[in-house]
């Protein structure tokens, strides 16, 4: 096989069935279904996979388009290997409640963290704050 620089080396890939993680923490599954010189993405048959804990829940997305600088991993899935994981698959009322109590804890451990430095005289800035780059 010889090399292919830059996208233009996922066009074997196309019509696999792929893993995306997102810049913002979300994880998409989906049929790689186009590409372009900047590395967008269109994804087919999406799904949006929540992971909480040793449970999992998918989300139907359908057809998804994904701009290239907010990819962070895409990797091939084997749809012949059989699953092992030892995760639980559940429903998605029950994934989205997990998840916004897994907010809502992280919030509020994030609240008794800062009380905390500025009981000490210290302050963080917050992220929105702050420059991406």
């Known amino acids: 096989m010889n090399y292919v620089p830059g996208t233009a080396s996922l066009i074997d890939d196309i019509d696999k069935k792929h893993l995306v993680l997102l810049r913002d923490g979300r994880t998409l599954i989906g049929y790689l279904r186009s590409i372009d010189q900047f590395a967008n993405l269109v994804f087919h048959q999406t799904v949006e996979r929540i992971h909480v804990g040793k449970k999992f829940g998918?989300?139907?997305r359908g057809i998804f388009i994904v701009r290239g600088e907010n990819v962070v991993l895409l990797g091939e899935m084997d749809v012949d290997k059989p699953c092992d994981t030892i995760l639980q698959q559940v429903s998605i009322e029950e994934?989205?409640?997990?998840?916004?109590?897994?907010?809502?804890?992280k919030q509020e451990t994030e609240k008794v963290k800062m009380q905390v430095l500025k009981d000490r005289g210290l302050s963080i800035p917050k992220a929105d704050n702050l420059d991406e780059y």
């Open 95 to 105: 994934i989205l409640e997990e998840q916004r109590l897994q907010q809502q804890t």
């Open 58 to 60: 998918d989300i139907p």
